[in-house]
């Protein structure tokens, strides 16, 4: 059925730290690569050595670049997936039940068996966090690794989602969003974690922690700036070499 | 919102045949015999016409059939129920005027209803999507219903009521571009909202994720040529308002009839195009792509 429960027992979900993500792609090739060779349908590519590639992921980093009113600029990486939204949209429309969120957890999924690949639900999720795969055509989304976090032939410490065991600089957490004493939790309420496009009132359960401010340099203490003082007025070496040259 | 021909043909035609059979079921005209049958051919040759081509846009049409099991919550499950009950409903008035000559009223009324809310629930699949600004809003459905029951006028002969309707279509159509044309500044959905970085500064996007093109892209990120919707916009209003209701105005003559029907769904296909490659996804600002 695609309506939505009216609550569920947990919330898991992704905390994603975008003031440590190092935009390595790491996490968009682990996600590919469970998510190809376990549950569901592989993840395709066409022309995949070609001068078009084109391929399936659920996970995709993004860079931004934020411009404050004064001082540097700043690069954000921003890796995207899937935030299991309370109010997801993108289950409501399905119109074969295909698209479910789960009671017991919160995950949003895709039943591949029952999906008429209408493309419905990627059209109602302003995200982009569903993609048609070009070669099944059923809708693929991110699973949350559902087949990895209860996965008793799994050690513990990779019962969680491919992507938060690769990440090499700890900036994916996973848990459960709904208990306020989670770590997770914890997480987001000590570093003001967000919500994306909070005005579509899609209620995401994902939360993204933003960049922590950096060091405060005014604009006349800027690295070229230094550079640039040093050019000016050479000293050491440099002021014999400038003042040889002069003579020259 | 990338323009499949699929989707376009299929809401044009479908909504032109049910608009027809609205006013067969009114009985406006309410012919018998071989001349029902002509009519009602015409009218199911753009409805299931238009239906069978939706199918072409599904990725598994052979499971087509468990569309119809999310009624509860799915505009596209009930739209399914909707147009196989307004088509067997209608089916069973074309029966009777065709082999047994006479008029079922009762029934010839709900199936023009139930073609009415099939279109509405059409319109509703677009209307409901928060994520298209320029669809969502109560024109859109406004829209679908002018538009079918303008096409439904016109090939029905229903002169009187076709010349107001068709201006009252060019005039809504007009309004729902410029309308349109602002929605997605007001639907307040900015780079800034969709990564949240809005407090630092102001924000661009510096890097796709990807080199080459994806599903994403292909699907909802369609830009077309401001001086070139112009003047699709001007061609399609001229061929679905404008020429028609000039050729109705001239004396009655059956060449003149059926040009105003072949401009109408030529400038249908036209302003159909425009509304999918028009509309603006929000998920191009994760791409840089809008505003
Ligand atoms: S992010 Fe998109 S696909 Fe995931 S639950 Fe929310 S609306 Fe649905
Ligand atoms: S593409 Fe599949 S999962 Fe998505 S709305 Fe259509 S049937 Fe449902
Ligand atoms: S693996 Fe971690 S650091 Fe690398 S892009 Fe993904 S989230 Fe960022």
Redesign the interface.
Known sequence: MTCLPKMTDKKLGLVIDLDTCVGCHACVVSCKGWNTENYGAPLADQDAYGEMPVGTFLNRVHSYEVQPEDGLAQLVHFPKSCLHCDDAPCVTVCPTGASYKRTEDGIVLVNETDCIGCGLCAWACPYGARELDGVEKVMKKCTLCVDRIYNENLPQEDRIPACVRTCPSGARHFGDLGDPNSDVSKLVAERGGMDLMPELGTKPVNKYLPPRPKDQLSSDQTPTQSLQAQADNPAGFFAWLDRTLEKL | ?HPAPSVILFTSLSGVGFGLLFFLGLGMPAPLGLNAFIFYAIAYAFAVGGLLFSTF?????E??I?????W??????RE?WLSVLALGMTGLGAVAQIFFETRLAVVSYAGAALCLLTVFSTAM?YR?????PRWHTPMTPVLFLTYAVAGGALLSGQVGIAQPVLGLLGALQIFAWIQGDGAFAR???T?A?????G????????????T?????LQ??VYLVGRKHAAKLRLIAIILLSGLPIVLLVLPFNHMFAALAVLTHVAGVLVSRWLFFAQAE???GL??GKRG
Do not use: C, D
């Open positions: 919102m846009h599904l990725g598994h049409p499971r087509a468990k569309a119809f099991t999310q509860r919550s799915s505009w596209l499950s399914a699949i409901q999507l928060a994520t298209v639907s307040g959905s780079l909202t969709a990564t949240g970085l407090t630092n500064g102001s924000v661009r996007a510096f890097e796709p994720p990807h080459g093109t994806n599903y994403l699907e909802f996804h929000v998920v994760y791409y």
